[in-house]
């Protein structure tokens, strides 16, 4: 049965209980997200390389690239789960880098993850999983619809009736497609309430419908709310039809950095053709194929 919707209980519902401490300030500054020759060493390995960047309120940013040109590296930077080496991270006006406990946890309450792989928990309904999103702003343990406060459940809801999953309330999860699995995904980031949305390749795992479908599911919200986007990609085309700004990135270091309306297809190939290590590589991603088949063609290849 579809759940029955009350009215709208306000886009502060999803904190009206126990809100996070030491919240970031309400006033979102006009960059909200900026690095500054940012550099990140695993050992003797440099996965970013001397990169700036900047990602203005309400900007849709992607960053373009084949695996391990630093992509998700660059992502994880922006809610503390990397430090750099070198270099400055700010989000929301906040040296990401300096926050610890109590503030990097109210910062990372304002930045919500879509990942790859969606990260649901099989077992749990749809609902269950869209709840855990709030779970930051609560204290001790939930278990079950149930034991989350009325207005969060209503939230839960009503972000479910976005995504078009609302039907799907009490499914369990791991019984949906990928696409609508990933829908749940982005339900649950935002229940966070975010002023920034992270995606790390939120599509790489989709067929090629179902991968238009949730950009614009996501660049909808994004307008609608106010978000600034930051979104790891490797498809050109989704790319250039749905950021407001690419930046494309090779072995770590920012080779790109334009508004889409002075971009086109040509343009961006040129990139990869200076990311490409390879004839092979770079065919299979002008064929439109995904970062992965393009490593596999290098590997057939041989060596250059």
């Known amino acids: 049965m579809t759940p029955h919707l009350a009215s709208d209980p306000g886009r502060e519902a999803g904190r009206a209980a126990d809100p996070a401490p030491d919240p970031v300030p309400d006033a979102v500054p006009d960059t909200v997200v900026r690095l500054t020759d940012v550099t990140k060493r695993f050992g ?7 990169a700036s960047l900047t990602a203005d309120r309400g900007e849709i940013v992607v960053l373009l690239g084949l695996s391990g ?36 946890r109210a910062l990372r309450s304002d930045v919500g993850f879509i990942f790859q792989q969606f990260e649901l928990v099989g077992s749990l309904t749809v609902l269950e999983n869209v709840l855990t999103g709030a779970l930051a702003a609560q204290r ?76 614009t599911l996501i660049r909808d919200i994004a307008t609608d709310e106010g978000l600034t986007v930051v979104c ?23 080779v790109l950095d334009l508004p889409t309306d002075q971009l086109d297809r040509d343009r961006v190939m040129e990139v990869y053709g200076r990311v490409s290590s390879s004839a092979a590589e770079l065919r299979a991603v002008r064929g439109g194929v995904g970062a992965d088949a393009a490593g596999a063609a290098l590997a057939q290849a041989g060596p250059a």
């Open 44 to 50: 003797d390995t440099t996965a970013i390389d001397g």
């Open 69 to 104: 040109s630093g992509k998700s590296t660059l992502l994880r930077h922006l809610d503390g789960l990397e430090t750099p080496t070198s270099g400055s991270v700010e989000v929301l006006g906040q040296d990401v880098a300096r926050l610890r406990g109590r503030r990097l």
């Open 140 to 215: 001790g343990p939930r278990l079950g619809v149930r034991s989350y406060p009325k207005p969060l459940r209503l939230a839960a809801l009503r972000h479910l009736e976005r995504v078009g999953l609302l039907e799907r309330a009490y499914q369990r999860a791991d019984t949906l497609s990928g696409g609508q699995q990933q829908r749940v995904a982005i339900a649950r980031a935002l229940m966070q309430n975010p002023t920034v949305l992270l995606a790390d390749e939120p599509v790489a795992s989709l067929d090629p419908e179902s991968a238009e479908s949730v950009m």
């Open 232 to 254: 790891s990609l490797h498809q050109v085309d989704l790319a250039i039809s749905w950021a407001d700004r690419i930046v494309g990135l090779r072995r770590g270091q920012v």
